[in-house]
């Protein structure tokens, strides 16, 4: 099982720069003073596309080999993983194709076709996705991009947590929030390759704790019908995330949806900066349980702004 | 009358610079397509307290004699003023007194208590503002802090202005919205101070044209009965910042309350920041308007990100 390494977190940040923000670090004395420590935010949500996953998308399809992105790139998602995708396939002039059910939000179909990818359009059910995915390959020989359980893509998400680690030394924990893993798990990698010491903290929906029980039971358990407000967490970890996370996390905090949307609107007002439900998770997670972050230096990713603005859960 | 000079706004940056935020300058690949050209977006809604004035109040507050300073600091202000300068008085650790109007929006008043200030409300006219402040002003003897028409406070806005164009050199074009005139004037003096080809845009809501109106007329007219959802840009020029303005820019452009709508939700939806209306109405002025900004490298000031998030425009 291949795991990627500080040095891979390093070689996608040099082959990725040209092509991505490095999104600034934000702080916020209001939230300090609640939170009773030093927040430094690094804030994924003004990345390209809104999302973290821009990163790890681009990552993986600059390391295809020319033949192997001949024919593009292909994948099934609802949502942030097909706009990145689309994003990162448009960077290397190469064709998108995107199986995406017709629950999909309107904002999220519509940045992915924004970028150039083309949609094909499924019932909402795992069967028919993973389907429509083994056609649209079968007809267009595209490369597949996992959304997490991909080494070149774990090395990518990691790049966020490099530049934190980077522009802010010294940092006692670093948050990030955790789904299938793949974000927590380049986060752990660069962080920990970088500075040893800093503890590492997985912040969970209560409604999607798949990884908090797997840490817990020590195999990778998937989520059972999960449900949160965070709809960027909803999938469950893989072998390999489940490996990186069990080495490397100190621990994992779940945290209600109330706790989510109150977490969430606060980084709305005081910081000013539009984060989705997911990004909020490691805050409510900071604001609900005691884990030695008192008057610590703590670094936290905001890993996405993708919100149907007029849908708001306020 | 004193206009501060480009060696005034550097003075402020150098005296200021540990208080506030050296705020990021954001860019949006997707924006800049629809536009038609490179927007820089210097983020002051990023800024402390949510908007510029605390660069401009900050600065007045850290002018002032000790002797000044020693009874505090006052205004009248129903809001982003009001927080400004209770957060410089925090800062240099003296009293604020501000008179609030209780029409105040809920959000501003705790802003403003919760940096310390001492709120005296008053009945929502400017005569009971002035009334209320005069009574403070008797009995505390604290300073007065005005909130544009004061050589300190444009000199502490055009701070960010000069950051702007410092971290993106050659600017075509620089836009800001204009109220009172004091972010545009402070812009205007920092922007040309560094690079006399620059060419300086204002950008005011067609409700509340007075701006537009005196540099039309070659005399500063005041707004009658301004109505805007923008509403950090009620106010009118003063002779001071009209003498700038009337130097400096190139044009007004006016924009209808729609196009602000459209604009403030196009900057949420694709940048990921809070804006408060005002910051929407230079992109709006942009997207309405050709005033040679095809393909050219424009700077815009988003002035602020105070905005109740339960009540959005849309």
Known sequence: MDIPTLADVRAAAERIRPHVHRTPVLTCATLD???????????????????FKARGATHAVLSLSPEQAAAGVATHSSGNHAAALALAASIRGVPAHVV???SAPPVKRAATSGYGAQITPCAPTLRAREDGLARV?????????????????????????????????????VLAPVGGGGLM??????????????????????????????????????????????????TSLSERTFTVLSTHLDRIVTVEEEAIVTAMRMIWERMKVVVEPSSA?????????DFGQRDARVGVILSGGNVQLDQLPW
């Open 185 to 234: 798990s380049g986060t752990a990698i660069a962080t920990h390759g970088v500075s040893a010491r800093t503890r590492l903290v997985g912040a969970e929906p209560a409604g999607a704790d798949d990884a908090f029980r797997s840490l817990q039971q020590g195999l990778p358990l998937p989520s059972v019908n999960p449900r949160t407000v965070a709809d960027g967490l909803l």
């Open 281 to 289: 998770v490691p805050l409510a997670a900071l604001l609900q349980a």
């Open 100 to 102: 995406m059910p017709t």
């Open 137 to 173: 390959v079968a007809r267009t020989g595209a490369h597949v991009v996992h959304p997490y359980d991909d080494p070149r893509v774990i090395a990518g998400q990691g790049t966020a947590a490099l530049e934190l680690v980077e522009a802010v030394p010294d940092l006692d924990l």
């Open 33 to 51: 003073r609640i939170v009773g420590c030093e927040l430094f935010f690094k804030a994924e949500n003004l990345q390209r596309a809104g999302v």
